[in-house]
């Protein structure tokens, strides 16, 4: 029986095609397009695909996008669209947000997917989560699986442009991250990544003080390989991490019917 998972983020629809609603399901098919392309998927990368007997997907890019990737879910396959909302406890992970609801469903689904993978490696740790996308989020969960807070920072695209738009003159090429930059693009570039590293170990070093042990660290999003070369610790890079959380949840969902 195959499953759908969807995440559309800030800047893409991903999406991978499994053969079971369950964890470690075998991968059978993936992809993703630009938002401005969502209208490709029924007739371009779906077309072929065999029709998966349930999906589930987390959205943050707003209602107009989700409605979107609705009507190419309806012409192309005959399943109901459900979406992931954050929620006071799911999964194994108890939501300390100050209203649940608010927090954005990936930030939750990932969450969920660390932890399960965390459990699957060895006793249960506390963990920092961090998603490296359009934003940045830095997410503390405790050994018991709470929620503690995140943070939320722009990502290195938005850094460059706000510097841009507020610079006189300021239009320079991406440059490499030194750690003597000595060129303005190199200056830019070091500087945005090691202000979202600097971030990140701030986060550890506070979860690693209120749990007094030394946290599981997770990173995924379409620009974790960015930032990976530059982190302190020992992350563990994981680009499914989004689609893990939504075969945990679709597997919980499915038995607690």
Not at 7 to 16: E, M
Not at 85 to 103: C, F, K, M, Q, W
Not at 105 to 122: F, N, T
Not at 132 to 158: N, R
Request: proline letters at 5%; charged letters at 20%.
């Amino acid at each position: 029986m195959a499953f759908l998972a969807i995440d559309i983020g800030n800047t893409r629809l991903k999406w991978s095609l499994y053969d079971a609603a369950r964890p470690g399901a075998s991968l059978m098919a993936h992809g993703a397009e630009f938002l401005d392309h969502i209208e490709r998927l029924a007739d371009g990368p779906w077309a072929d695909l065999p029709a998966p007997a349930s999906m589930l997907g987390c959205v943050v890019a707003g209602d107009a996008v989700r409605r979107r990737a609705e009507e190419q879910l309806t012409e192309r396959f005959d399943c109901a669209a459900r979406w992931v909302v954050s929620s006071v406890a799911e999964a194994g992970i108890v939501n300390g947000y100050d209203h649940p609801t608010r927090l954005g469903a990936d930030r939750w689904v990932a969450m969920i997917g660390a932890r399960h993978r965390m459990l699957a490696e060895g006793p249960a740790r506390p963990m920092v989560v961090v998603m490296i996308g359009t934003a940045v989020t830095v997410e503390a969960v405790d050994v018991h699986g709470k929620f503690l807070g995140g943070l939320i920072l722009p990502g290195h695209g938005i850094m460059l442009r706000a510097l841009e738009s507020g610079t006189a003159g300021l239009h320079v090429p991406t440059g490499d991250v030194r750690e003597f930059p000595t060129n303005t693009s190199d200056a830019l570039t070091s500087g945005g990544t090691y202000a979202i590293a600097g971030a990140i170990e701030r986060m550890v070093q506070h979860v690693r003080a209120h749990g007094g042990a030394e946290p599981a660290c997770y990173m995924t999003g379409g620009a974790a390989w960015k930032m990976a070369p530059s982190m302190n610790g020992n992350f563990e890079q994981v680009d499914s991490l989004i689609m893990d959380g939504l075969l945990v949840i679709a597997q919980e969902r499915l038995l607690a019917s």
